[in-house]
């Protein structure tokens, strides 16, 4: 049950050692350097060079740990901390860790200088990352679109005629996306073929039970992701005790959520379950991945800040969620029934967005009744067309009648109509 919102350019991070640098400089990937000076130019006369400040140092050392890392390279990841504090290295090995087993594909630092220009550098920071991803967006500073970033503080020293990290204090701001499940280290990983599962170590003991049925389920959310045009290279689950289920990405704040799906910027999307309320129940287990996994596979990398129809989000999630079942065999099909033949009908498929401390009984209905919506519109018009009227009207955000028009050649009074008479007919 997703809350927020969701661009890309694959870049690599190279840093201009001159006087006018300010910021770590980024390429495009495969990118050269211009040829100008190849040719039999006369020779230049000798000009005295600046050594490069001591700022300029401290950039380089950075952006030679980020190219560490996506190169998986521990040591040199590590060349970049000092030596003689313990503490700090264990910190940065954990950050190590964390980032190669979520499958990191860009990782930058972004930074101005913030104390003084002699001795130690101070560093205002952003850390910049993109996990499972082909391309990455460019970071887009006071929006919540373009890569996962985190602010930081960052104090480099010289130690043995280089720059090392010597202090990581608190960014000037925190993000809505913090704190990362892996911020603070002690998270344990199981890779699946499809899907990566993180868990603090007291949940290690579920990781593998979680991972077969995830696994399992990314086949069928393949499937619709490819239908939409938003095809994933992985899957990431996170497994959450109650404490870190009221603070990961701000906490959640719906009393009925079992999991939910946070969209990570412009640049994919992480699940998360509440492990203690799913417990053993591997039926309802499968029904939440799948549901919470169809969200990424039909939402993510999305660039507006609009929120979709909440109606069709979930009615679509949970229509791949219960795959290969239907509605009938939806628990919430007797609220279903109940709301379609009472005493006030619902008179649309368009459902009110529920309100955070909402009853089960209003949840059930909501859930229970896009899930029939859209279960109607498959079958009134075959899953491609309905994933074409999704992909229009979540995706492309078209007004709803002339996503309708397009994917199903009539306005949408028409087709909810016929629907909403579908639905009485089949409950």
């Not at 950075?62 to 504090?85: C, E, F, I, M």
């Not at 460019?138 to 919540?144: E, F, K, Q």
């Not at 289920?245 to 959520?257: F, I, L, Q, R």
Request: hydrophobic share 40%.
């Amino acid at each position: 049950m997703p809350r927020r919102r969701w661009w890309w350019v694959a870049v690599l991070a190279v840093v201009a050692i001159a006087a006018a640098a300010a910021a770590i400089v980024v390429l495009p990937f495969g990118s050269k350097t211009p040829a100008s000076g190849l040719g039999a130019a006369p020779a230049a006369a000798a000009t005295p060079t600046t050594p490069p400040s001591p700022y300029e140092l401290a950039v380089k050392a950075l952006a030679d740990q980020a190219t560490a890392l996506t190169r998986h390279d521990r040591s040199g990841w590590l060349a970049a901390v000092d030596p003689k504090q313990p503490a700090l290295r264990k910190h940065f090995a954990q950050l190590y860790s964390s980032f190669q087993a979520l499958h990191v594909t860009q990782f930058s630092y972004q930074s101005s200088t913030g104390g003084k220009s002699d001795g130690p550098v101070e560093l205002n920071n952003e850390m910049i990352f993109c996990l499972s991803q082909k391309d990455c967006p460019s970071l887009v500073p006071g929006s919540d679109n373009g890569p996962s970033h985190i602010p930081e503080k960052l104090t480099l020293k010289e130690f043995n005629g280089r720059w090392v990290i010597s202090k990581v204090g608190k960014g000037s701001y925190r993000t809505q996306l913090q704190p990362y499940p892996w911020e603070a280290g002690d998270m344990v990983y199981a890779q699946g073929s499809r899907v990566t599962v993180g868990a603090p170590k007291s949940l290690s003991g579920q990781l593998k039970t979680v991972l077969t049925i995830a696994d399992k389920a990314a086949r069928t959310d393949d499937r619709f992701a490819a239908m939409v045009g938003n095809p994933q290279l992985r899957y990431r689950v996170f497994l959450a005790t109650d404490k870190a289920w009221k603070t990961w990405y701000g906490g959640n704040d719906a009393s009925y959520a079992v999991a939910y799906t946070i969209p990570t910027g412009s640049a994919g999307s992480d699940v998360v379950l509440h492990m203690p309320k799913l417990k053993d129940d591997r039926a309802e287990l499968k029904v939440v991945l799948q549901h919470e996994m169809a969200h990424v596979a039909t939402l993510s990398n999305l660039t507006s800040t609009d929120d979709p129809d909440l109606w069709l989000m979930e009615g679509v999630a949970d229509y791949i969620g219960w795959l290969p079942q239907h509605t009938r065999q939806d628990w919430n099909f007797p609220d279903v029934r109940d709301a379609l033949h009472g005493s006030k009908p619902p008179r649309s498929m368009v459902e009110s967005p529920l309100k955070d401390d909402a009853s089960d009984r209003a949840v059930a209905r909501f859930y229970g009744l896009g899930h029939f919506a859209v279960e109607c519109l498959a079958t009134k018009y075959g899953e491609a067309r309905t994933m074409n009227f999704v992909r229009l009207k979540l995706r492309v955000q078209e007004d709803i009648d002339d996503a309708s028009r397009i994917a199903f050649g009539a306005p949408f009074k028409t087709v909810d109509k016929g629907c909403m008479t579908w639905m009485k007919q089949h409950s």
